[in-house]
C-alpha cells in the first residue's frame, strides 16, 4: 500500500510569485485535504476536495485554490504569495469524506522570500 | 467553531517515565486521532478514537466523548517518542480536522 507522497519537499519562493504544490494520495483513498502549519502552530484546514470537486474551505483567501485529478491526486496553487504563506504545507488522504481517519504526507516547506 | 485546548504545552521526561497528555475539546465530535509529529514535520498517525480505549504498545489512548475529552498515555518512554504530539477533532459534515497547539515533549537519555 503506498502512503501519501508530496512534492516538491522544498521550496523557495519571493514575494508576489505563484506556487503549486503536488499530492498523489493512499492507494483506495478518494479524499483530500490540505493544511496550513505555521512554525510552532498546530496544522490549520485549507480545504478539502472529494470526487474532484471542493467538499469544504477553511479561513484561507481566494488566492488559495485547488484541484483533485479523476487519479485523486491533488494540487494546491497558491497566487500573489506573501511572506506570512511560509510555512509547511501537509496534505491528507481519507478513504470517505468526513468522517474516516486522514493519513499525512510529508509536508512540502514553502519559504518566501 | 470547536476548540480543542491541549495539556501540558511542555513535557520533559527521563527515559522510562511514562506520562499522560489532555485534550480537550469544545462540541461533540464524531473523530478524534491523535499524532505524533517528528522533527521533520511528518504526522505520524497514533489513534483514530472518537470514542472508547485503544492500545498499540507503549501507547494508550482513551476518549471520554460524553465528558469532550480525550487522553494519550506513554508508557516507558524512549527518546523516540520524543516530537510534538496533536489532537485534532472533526465535527462537522466538511471533514476537516481543528487541530490543538499541540504537547511538545522531549525525552532525555
Known amino acids: 500500500e503506498t502512503g501519501v507522497t508530496q512534492s516538491p519537499t522544498h521550496l523557495i519562493k519571493t514575494r508576489g510569485q505563484q506556487v503549486t504544490l503536488r499530492c498523489s494520495s493512499q492507494?483506495?483513498?478518494?479524499?483530500v485535504s490540505w493544511y496550513q502549519q505555521a512554525l510552532g502552530q498546530g496544522p490549520q484546514f485549507i480545504f478539502q476536495y472529494y470526487r474532484e470537486e471542493e467538499n469544504g474551505r477553511g479561513n484561507f483567501p481566494p488566492r488559495f485554490s485547488g484541484l483533485q485529478f479523476p487519479n485523486y491526486s491533488s494540487e494546491l496553487n497558491v497566487n500573489a504569495l506573501e511572506l506570512d504563506d511560509s510555512a509547511l504545507y501537509l496534505c491528507?488522504?481519507?478513504?470517505?469524506?468526513?468522517?474516516?481517519?486522514?493519513?499525512f504526507g510529508p509536508g512540502t516547506r514553502l519559504l518566501v522570500l | 467553531g470547536i476548540q480543542v485546548e491541549q495539556s501540558p504545552p511542555d513535557l520533559i521526561l527521563q527515559e522510562g517515565a511514562n506520562s499522560t497528555l489532555r485534550c480537550n475539546f469544545s462540541?461533540?465530535?464524531?473523530?478524534l486521532q491523535w499524532f505524533h509529529q517528528n522533527p521533520w514535520g511528518q504526522l505520524i498517525n497514533l489513534f483514530y478514537i472518537p470514542s472508547g480505549t485503544k492500545q498499540n504498545g507503549r501507547l494508550s489512548a482513551t476518549t471520554v466523548a460524553t465528558e469532550r475529552y480525550s487522553l494519550l498515555y506513554i508508557s516507558s518512554s524512549q527518546t523516540t517518542d520524543s516530537g510534538v504530539y496533536f489532537c485534532?477533532?472533526?465535527?462537522?459534515?466538511?471533514?476537516?480536522?481543528?487541530f490543538g497547539k499541540g504537547t511538545k515533549l522531549s525525552v532525555k537519555p
Open positions: 485534532a477533532v472533526g465535527g462537522g459534515s466538511q471533514g476537516n480536522l481543528i
Open positions: 492507494s483506495g483513498h478518494n479524499t
Open positions: 462540541d461533540s465530535v464524531n473523530n
Open positions: 491528507a488522504s481519507s478513504p470517505l469524506a468526513g468522517l474516516k481517519s486522514q493519513y
